[in-house]
C-alpha cells in the first residue's frame, strides 16, 4: 500500500530555533498533502493544505510565518517551525493524497508523525 | 459545521472479550464517517468508512460500525478483542466527497491478557 514517510521521528531543540520536518510519500506522488498537529490527548488539527507548486492554504488561527510550508515536488513536502517556543510541542502528522486519485478523506495517507519537544 | 465526539477516552478489555468505542457526530451535509486506528510509531490506518451506502460497515480485522442517523452515531465494534488491537482509535467525519477531515479526540483502547 501507499506508504509515507516523516523525518525525523522525534526531534528536541531549544527554544528560538527552527525546525524542518519532511513529508514523502515513498511510492506514489502526491498533489496534495496535509500538516496535521496533535496535542497531548487530544484529536489531530489540520494546520494546512500543501499543494505541489502553490502556496499553501491555512486554517485559521495557524500562523503562515511560523509554520513555513514547502511542498517543491510531488514526493515532498517540508514544515518549518521558526523561532520554536515550548508552546509548539506537538506531534506533527503529514498525511498525502496520490495523484490522480479524487481527493477525499478516505485517499490519505498518513505519515507516522513527529514528535517536536521545545526546551 | 461538524463535530465528531468519542464518549470515551479509554476502554479497557480482557482477551476475547467484545469491543465497543463510541463515537457521535454532528454535521451540516450528509457525512462521511471513518475510523482510524494509530499503533505507536505507526502511520493513521484506515479501519472502515460509511459513505450513505450500507448503514452496517466492515472494516479491516473483523471490526465494524454501524451508522444510526436517528442517533447520530457511529459505534466501532469488535466481536472478541486481541492483544494486537490494543492502539488508539479515531472517529473522523467528514461532508461526502471532501476532504476537511474533523477527528475526533481519540479513544484509547487497552486489551489486557
Known amino acids: 500500500g501507499a506508504v509515507v514517510s516523516q523525518h525525523p521521528s522525534r526531534v528536541i531543540c531549544k527554544s528560538g530555533t527552527s525546525v524542518k520536518i519532511e513529508c514523502r510519500s515513498l511510492d506514489f506522488q502526491a498533489t496534495t498533502m496535509f500538516w496535521y498537529r496533535q496535542f497531548p490527548k487530544q484529536s489531530l488539527m489540520l494546520m494546512a493544505t500543501?499543494?505541489?507548486?502553490?502556496?499553501?492554504?491555512?486554517e485559521q488561527g495557524v500562523e503562515k510565518d511560523k509554520f513555513l510550508i514547502n511542498h517543491a515536488s510531488l514526493t515532498l513536502s517540508t514544515l518549518t517551525v521558526t523561532s520554536a517556543h515550548p508552546e509548539d510541542s506537538s506531534f506533527y502528522i503529514c498525511?498525502?493524497?496520490?495523484?490522480?486519485?479524487?481527493?477525499?478523506?478516505?485517499?490519505?495517507?498518513f505519515g507516522p508523525g513527529t514528535r517536536l519537544t521545545v526546551l | 459545521a461538524q463535530s465528531v465526539t468519542q464518549l470515551d477516552s479509554h476502554v479497557s478489555v480482557s482477551e476475547g472479550t467484545p469491543v465497543l468505542l463510541r463515537c457521535n457526530y454532528s454535521?451540516?451535509?450528509?457525512?462521511?464517517l471513518f475510523w482510524y486506528v494509530q499503533h505507536p510509531n505507526k502511520g493513521l490506518q484506515l479501519l472502515l468508512k460509511?459513505?450513505?451506502?450500507?448503514?452496517l460497515v466492515k472494516g479491516i480485522n473483523g471490526f465494524e460500525a454501524e451508522f444510526k442517523k436517528s442517533e447520530t452515531s457511529f459505534h466501532l465494534t469488535k466481536p472478541s478483542a486481541h492483544m494486537s488491537d490494543a492502539a488508539e482509535y479515531f472517529c473522523?467525519?467528514?461532508?461526502?466527497?471532501?476532504?476537511?477531515?474533523?477527528f475526533g479526540a481519540g479513544t484509547r483502547l487497552f486489551v489486557k491478557a
Open positions: 500543501s499543494n505541489e507548486g502553490s502556496k499553501a492554504t491555512y
Open positions: 460509511y459513505t450513505s451506502a450500507a448503514t
Open positions: 473522523v467525519v467528514s461532508e461526502t466527497g471532501g476532504f476537511k477531515t474533523i
Open positions: 454535521s451540516s451535509y450528509s457525512p462521511s
Open positions: 498525511s498525502a493524497n496520490p495523484r490522480g486519485v479524487v481527493m477525499s478523506t478516505d485517499t490519505q495517507y
